[in-house]
């Protein structure tokens, strides 16, 4: 009965302390996106993404959570984008065969719905973003983006067992709806190689704060570098830095090895303790399987996250961009 009791304390507590917290994708470096609305746009396709996680699998009642994310660029002409060639059959950052006075300012939109779970607790998040990308010089572009939408925060503790102190007035309510505006921004500089970002999330009032005066925010800086390890391999480290009043500071290592745009695996340290691994294959550049399985604590079971993503290569004939800079 107390293993019960303690269990489910925990994830109420869970529940109370990351309502309001960013659902972190495992898989988050396949999807910048999710953390950055500058990037937006940055793939030489229409880029639509979903997954599903559950953590803690040896916990009743773990979190679960779901998100769906869509970016696509309004270019009328390619550019310093994410591209594949059919001739090498690979994938790549490339400038697309144009010099640095050909270049021109691209325009990217997306959209990302986010679903979290956690026992009594649930958060949904809606937003869209756009973003522009300056070429810089021939092989560096930097972007800037900005975001926003809603979030509906809802709780629901009829029939869930509490415990005996039921002093904080927030479990006393049983159910309750809180729906807010998000804001959210971020810059990214790109190229061929390297690349760097800084964002700011979720920046929204505290739904639960009685007197709206506490605001919630994330703080995202990321960093890494694709490196042609041969004709066969590609390289990809990152690493990304988050701070958000809930958890504090995170820091967390990848590094991904790609096989000739077919096959890839990885490996990550969250928070420089938590391993995870990935595997994932790609099917003809257009069909991509991701899976993640992160290894916690071993009463609490591991955490699964599985991923599935779909190229939209015909873009440039159905989106004609009607806003490019000449």
């Given at each position: 009965?107390m293993?019960?009791?303690?269990?489910?304390?925990?994830?109420l507590?869970?529940?109370?302390?990351?309502?309001q917290?960013?659902?972190?994708?495992?898989?988050?470096?396949?999807?910048?996106?999710?953390?950055?609305p500058?990037v937006?746009g940055?793939?030489?396709y229409?880029?639509?993404r979903?997954?599903?996680?559950r953590?803690?699998t040896?916990?009743?009642?773990?979190?679960?959570?779901?998100?769906?994310?869509f970016?696509?660029?309004?270019a009328?002409e390619?550019?310093?984008v994410?591209r594949?060639?059919?001739?090498?059959?690979?994938?790549?950052?490339?400038?697309?065969?144009?010099?640095?006075?050909?270049?021109?300012?691209?325009?990217?939109?997306g959209?990302?719905?986010?679903?979290?779970?956690?026992?009594?607790?649930?958060?949904?998040?809606a937003?869209?973003?756009?973003?522009?990308?300056?070429?810089?010089?021939?092989?560096?572009t930097f972007?800037?983006?900005?975001?926003?939408?809603?979030?509906?925060?809802?709780?629901?503790?009829?029939?869930?067992?509490?415990?005996?102190?039921?002093?904080?007035?927030?479990?006393?309510?049983?159910?309750?709806n809180?729906m807010?505006?998000?804001?959210?921004a971020?810059v990214?500089?790109?190229?061929?190689?390297?690349?760097?970002?800084?964002?700011?999330?979720?920046?929204?009032?505290?739904?639960?704060?009685?007197?709206q005066?506490?605001?919630?925010?994330?703080?995202?800086?990321?960093?890494?570098?694709q490196?042609?390890a041969?004709?066969?391999?590609?390289?990809v480290?990152?690493?990304?830095?988050k701070?958000?009043g809930?958890?504090?500071h995170?820091i967390?290592?990848?590094?991904?090895?790609?096989?000739?745009?077919i096959?890839?695996?990885g490996v990550?340290l969250?928070?420089?303790?938590?391993?995870?691994?990935?595997?994932?294959?790609?099917?003809?550049?257009?069909?991509?399987?991701?899976?993640?399985?992160?290894?916690?604590k071993?009463?609490?079971?591991?955490?699964?996250?599985?991923?599935i993503?779909?190229?939209?290569?015909?873009?440039?004939?159905?989106?004609?961009n009607?806003?490019?800079?000449?």
């Amino acid at each position: 009965m107390m293993k019960k009791i303690l269990t489910i304390g925990l994830l109420l507590l869970g529940g109370i302390c990351t309502a309001q917290n960013e659902l972190f994708s495992r898989q988050y470096f396949l999807n910048n996106y999710l953390m950055n609305p500058a990037v937006g746009g940055i793939n030489d396709y229409m880029d639509l993404r979903a997954s599903y996680s559950r953590q803690w699998t040896a916990i009743e009642h773990s979190p679960t959570s779901m998100l769906l994310t869509f970016n696509a660029n309004l270019a009328k002409e390619k550019d310093q984008v994410l591209r594949y060639s059919p001739f090498e059959k690979r994938y790549a950052v490339s400038k697309g065969g144009l010099d640095h006075y050909d270049r021109r300012i691209k325009h990217g939109v997306g959209a990302k719905v986010v679903y979290d779970k956690i026992n009594g607790f649930t958060y949904t998040d809606a937003t869209v973003s756009y973003a522009a990308h300056i070429p810089l010089t021939g092989a560096w572009t930097f972007s800037a983006g900005v975001g926003g939408g809603l979030s509906l925060s809802a709780m629901d503790l009829t029939g869930r067992y509490l415990g005996e102190d039921l002093s904080d007035p927030l479990l006393n309510n049983g159910k309750r709806n809180e729906m807010v505006p998000l804001v959210e921004a971020g810059v990214w500089l790109y190229s061929t190689g390297p690349y760097v970002g800084a964002s700011l999330t979720r920046y929204m009032e505290d739904p639960y704060d009685e007197d709206q005066k506490a605001r919630y925010m994330n703080i995202y800086a990321t960093a890494g570098w694709q490196l042609q390890a041969s004709e066969q391999f590609v390289i990809v480290p990152s690493v990304m830095y988050k701070h958000d009043g809930y958890s504090g500071h995170n820091i967390n290592v990848n590094a991904m090895l790609w096989f000739t745009d077919i096959a890839w695996a990885g490996v990550s340290l969250r928070n420089l303790e938590h391993p995870s691994v990935h595997v994932g294959v790609l099917w003809r550049n257009t069909l991509e399987l991701n899976y993640t399985y992160d290894i916690n604590k071993s009463e609490w079971g591991g955490s699964h996250e599985i991923g599935i993503a779909y190229r939209i290569w015909n873009k440039a004939d159905d989106c004609k961009n009607k806003w490019y800079f000449k």
